[in-house]
C-alpha cells in the first residue's frame, strides 16, 4: 500500500497530483550542496545510476559556509580535482590568534600538521558546486535538475520509494532504490520524514558582514575579545568575513540602538590596522543599512537516527554544525565519501539494506558527536566568556599545555580520523 508523506509547506498538497513525467534511479539525491554534490559525483564515477534534485535555479548566491579544510583538500587531491580547485580564486588561512586584554592567544594552527594543505582554503561554495557539478555532468549516469522543490516522499510498504517534485512545468515523480536527503539545516526531506533534531550546544548570536580588504592587510585571520565583545575576522580573497557575536536575545535591543551605534562597538574591539582608507573606522562606512548584516543563532544538533527503509539523511540534514571552525562543509563531504563507498555496491545490486544505512551513520556519528562536543567546549570556554564584561577574558587552560596545543589544528583541520575513497 502506498502512503505519501505530505510538507506543511502552503504549496504541499495533501491529495495525489497530476504527474508529469515517472522516471527511475538507483539514488535520488534531495540538495545539491556540498554532501549532495559530492555523493553523486562519487556515485556517478562509479557506473551507478543517480539524479540530483535542486530547489535553486543555480548556485549563484551567498553562502556562509566557504572554508574546505585540509582533509576534504586530501579527498579532493583523491579524486584528481584539488589542484583544478586550487587555480580558482581563493585565499589560505593558516592560522587564527586573538587578541585579548590580557595579551594574545593562538587557538589554531595548521602548519604543523601533516599534510600536503597545512591551510583552510577559502574558496566561494558556488565556484566549488560548479566545479564539482562540471565534473559529474561528464558521466552518463548523472543527472541534476535544477529548480525541483521536493513536496513528497513515496512510500510503500513501510519503504521510501523515491520522491515526487515541482518545477515550472508541473509535478514530476522520481522512483528510486534509495532516496538521500542532502538538503541542510533547514531539510525538508527531514521534516517530511518526521525526524526532530536535538539540540547539541549553547545558544549564541552572531551578526555576519563584509568589509573590504586593503593592499598591505595581513593574510592571517584575526579574533578580538575586549571588554565583554567579541569578533572574528577571516581574510578571503578580496574581502574580510567578519562574525560580530553577541549574547542571545540582544539582537532586537541593538538594531533599536542604531547601525552607527553598533558600528561604534565594533570599532572598540577591532584590531588596530593603518589609519584613513585602511582603517577599520574607515572600512566600517561600507555598512550602509541594516540589509548588509546577517543575522545568525548558532546552534547544533543532530537527529537520533540518519535512516529508515529507503532513506538516508546525510550532512546538515543529519545533523546540523555551529559555525565555530567552519567544519559543517567538510563533515557533509565525509558523510558523503562514506556514503559512497559503503553503498555503491548495494545500488549496483538494487538491495540497499537497512545494515548498509545504519554502517553509514555507525562511522559517522562518534566524529560527528565528537566535534560538535569540540564546538560546545570552544562555545562555553571561549565565546560565552568572552561576552562577559565583568571579568577579564583569560585563554583556556589546555592552550597553554605543549602538547595539547596543536589538538584544536588537529580536530578541525583532519578530523577524528581520516576519510578516504574507495579506490575506484
Known sequence: METISSSSYPDASTTTP??????????????????????????????????????????????RGDTLHPSVMEIMEEIGLA????????AKVSQLTFRTSEGAFTLFDFRRLKSKYPYLTMLPQVDFLEMIMAEAAQYPH????????????????????????????????????LT?????????????????????SPPIDVLWFRLPCQEGDPEKSIG?????????????????????????GSYQA?????????????????PELGEGANSWR?????????SQVAFLAIESSRVKRWYQPGLLLIGDAAHVMSPVAGVGINYAIQDAVVAANVLAEPLRSGQVRLKDLAAIQCRREIP??????????????????????????????????????????????KGVWQVHINSL
Open 18 to 63: 497530476e504527474i508529469q513525467s515517472v522516471q527511475e534511479t538507483s539514488c535520488v539525491i534531495v540538495g545539491g550542496g556540498p554532501a549532495g554534490a559530492v555523493l553523486a559525483l562519487l556515485l556517478a564515477r562509479q557506473g551507478i545510476p543517480c539524479i540530483l534534485l535542486e530547489a535553486h535555479k543555480d548556485f549563484d548566491r551567498d553562502f
Open 83 to 90: 589542484e583544478r580547485l586550487l587555480q580558482l580564486r581563493h
Open 142 to 177: 548523472f543527472q541534476l535538475v535544477m529548480g525541483a522543490n521536493v513536496q513528497e516522499l513515496i512510500e510503500e510498504d513501510g519503504i521510501v520509494q523515491g520522491v515526487r517534485y515541482r518545477e515550472q512545468s508541473g509535478w514530476h515523480e522520481i522512483r528510486a532504490h
Open 180 to 200: 538521500v536527503g542532502a538538503d541542510g539545516r533547514f531539510s525538508r526531506i527531514r521534516q517530511l520524514a518526521g525526524k526532530e533534531p536535538v539540540k547539541t
Open 224 to 248: 578580538s575579545t575586549i571588554g565583554g565583545r567579541f569578533l572574528i575576522l577571516l581574510k578571503r580573497f578580496d574581502h574580510w568575513q567578519v562574525g560580530y557575536f553577541i549574547p542571545k
Open 254 to 270: 541593538l538594531r533599536q540602538a542604531g547601525l552607527q551605534a553598533m558600528k561604534e562597538s565594533i570599532t572598540e574591539v577591532m
Open 282 to 290: 574607515q572600512r566600517l562606512e561600507y555598512l550602509e543599512n541594516w
Open 368 to 413: 560527528t558527536r565528537i566535534i560538535q562536543g569540540f564546538q560546545v567546549l570552544i562555545q562555553r570556554r571561549i565565546v560565552v566568556p568572552a561576552l562577559d564584561s565583568k571579568q577579564a577574558f583569560k585563554p583556556p587552560f589546555f592552550l597553554r599545555i605543549p602538547f595539547l596545543r596543536d589538538l584544536p589544528a588537529r580536530l578541525i583541520g
